[in-house]
């Protein structure tokens, strides 16, 4: 089962949105990377209000994805916990206010499925809607799902996409839980770093999906998923998704590497290069997105413009120098937390 | 294409802690709501009317022998009822470890059901920490993943209210895919003061028992449980008990409001309408709808609309909420397995506290436990964010 990617938007912490600027490095502040905001012309100064960061922006990348399109079949929507922020100012009031007098706002704003209905809401979308939210596979279970929806309805076009917030609770838990690093750690020298956690990240990516090649950016070719530890599984694991999907006598001409700067991640990610013919580039992206739940949706949206030419890979991705010229493969390998890991092959259309 | 049959289920929620409880009391018009369980820290917790499952989270845990640290209520009351579930399929350690195997589960509140320490955490509370890798939906699936092994696909939705019934038609989808050959698939929800105020601050909550598709309800009761069911391709079901098969599921957005339906039940028309094309079956086929019906204003009398839209004369129906309130994420999973006893047993449960149609719609569900001839019974789950979702179960 695999899929084309006719269009895609990104909002990200890089200029991602608009026009593309991905060779210059915007710095991460405060050991986290937030997203450059662009204006939000769709929306009116009342719905933005009430929108939650992760609603606005997710709505903001995939509303001029719609705007020129056949309203799509369906809204498939990962994310871990969108809407947490909200959740949080709920949270405060009923401790702060003691349970009573409480305004519901936050509420309903707060529950992670606010991204996919509120965009079915503005484009009067009636469709099938849904939102995964199983953590670091929150958006490869979207991808497998709309895959499947592709199988089932060949004719059809969806929408996909990964979002996730940076909130001061998610925050604080994840760095109590030491998944963000405790000493201060600036993007550009993530990879130097040799402790434990990474950078806080956000981003929303959204996907115009479809059977149909013409005009294609790219071509969802495979995707995986993984739950273990053990390093020795996860690599015999990679190896069989790549016998079993690279297409003879092809190989993998870029790694994108989820590489984030834990130095207990730091080996599922040597034994995915081992698994490539040495001297096969690898970029890394975590340094331009921060580590997030749904960071591979950032890492597809990075390879659909690789492949389509939209954009070449910058200096500052690669892990040692290489010439990355051809690129017709690409392989997305992602663990969060080291318990969950993903592969996804990403081709030329 | 193989059917798809349920082989086995699993439920704890207020009025059982097994598929066999829930049945008794079903038949006899037991509720599960009181005044006064304790087992959450909420000021309303004795004030407002629950449906508690009356077993403490440390009785839980020692129940299921789980000693590891971090696992919430949430999570405990779904391992319980996925033991049931697949002790009752009698599936095999090796067929619960083989990749074949998918897990999808749902949940609303997740391990946000710890409201206090999750404010604690937040707040300068660095010591105790126990909890602070489970605040996510995931965290529950991804506990019953690795306590047993499991390597096949796992998925974790929330579509708020309707979100179990997503994972039942995601995991049907996941068999007619060929991504699993047999799928665990339910959802589980706890009562937390997180989810009592934010339906408190809607001001939906009733201050007595719910009394579903009647002219004066006044809100819902909030409930908790978990359910599973382990579904299996026919071919795969060999001579096991089957139970129904799961014959057509149908999702739609209403697109209209973040917390309430439309006047006119777009989102409702369209998951049943197209759960029955998915079945292949035409609205006199429904023997039986096991409504939303949760007792509010809203639900209630929108329900009812786009019902008699698509069915005109309605067959039998009711909503089951007044037996066990509204578990959340748990809810279709609950209702699921009720509606495979409707099949299983042939007879329908009542609609407690039902006394005078709504003015203007006049439709009455059932009242009275009746045996009754049931092929087939739709189940309805309207969630937050017009998140709405139909199940079709049929006599296998």
Known sequence: MMFYINKTNCISPQQTFGDIDIEQLHASVDNKLKVLEPPYPAFTANAI??????????CGAALPLLADSTQPDGIIIGTQVSGMEENGKFLNQIIEYDEDMLTPGNFVQGTPNTISSQIALISNNKNYNITHVHRGLAFENAVIDTAMLLNESPQSTYLLGGVDEICANNHTLDTLADWFKKEDCANNDLYKSNTNGSLSG???????????KTNALAQLKAITTIHNTDVDVVKEHIRNFLLQNLPQGEKIDLLLSGENGDKRALHYYTFCEQLLDSGTPVARFKHLCGEYPTASSFA?????????????????????????????????????????????LVSIP | MDRILVTGMGVISAIGNSVDENHIALVNGKTGIIKGGGNFPSRYAGILPFAEVLMSTADLRARLHVTEPGVTRTTLMALHAFNEAIANAGLTDAQLTADDTALVGATTVGGMCLTDELYANTHGDHENIEYVGSYDYASVNLFIQSHYKMTGVVNTMNTAC???????????????????????????????????????????????????FDENRKGLNLGEGAAFLVLEKEADAGDKKVYAAVSGYGNANDAYHPSSLSPGGDGPYLAMKSALSNANLTPADIDFINAHGTGTENNDEVESRAMLNLFGALPNFASTKGFTGHTLGAASAIEAVYSILNIDRQE?????????????????????????KINHVMSNSFGFGGNCTSLIFSKA
Not at chain 1, 52 to 57: D, L, N, P, Q
Not at chain 1, 309 to 326: C, D, F, I
Not at chain 2, 350 to 360: A, D, V
Request: proline fraction near 4%; charged fraction near 15%.
């Open chain 2, 348 to 372: 329908l449960y009542p609609n407690l506290n039902f006394k005078q149609p709504i003015t203007g719609i006049g439709v009455q569900p059932v009242v009275a436990y009746k045996p009754a």
């Open chain 1, 49 to 58: 209000r009430r929108m939650s960061k992760s609603t606005r922006m997710g």
């Open chain 1, 202 to 212: 956000e981003g929303a990516a959204m996907f115009y999906v479809s059977n149909n």
């Open chain 1, 300 to 344: 597809l949206w990075l390879a659909c413009n690789f492949v389509s030419g939209q954009a070449t890979v910058p200096e500052h991705m690669l892990k040692k120098a290489a010439k990355v010229s051809a690129l017709k493969n690409i392989l997305i390998y992602n663990t969060h937390k080291t318990a969950q890991h993903s592969c996804m």
């Open chain 2, 162 to 212: 309707s979100s179990s019934a997503n994972a039942i038609m995601y995991g049907c989808r996941l068999i007619k895919n060929g991504l699993a050959r047999r799928v665990i698939v339910g959802g589980t929800d706890s009562l937390a003061k997180f989810t009592v105020n934010g339906f408190n601050a809607l001001r939906i909550l009733s201050d007595e028992a719910c009394t579903p």
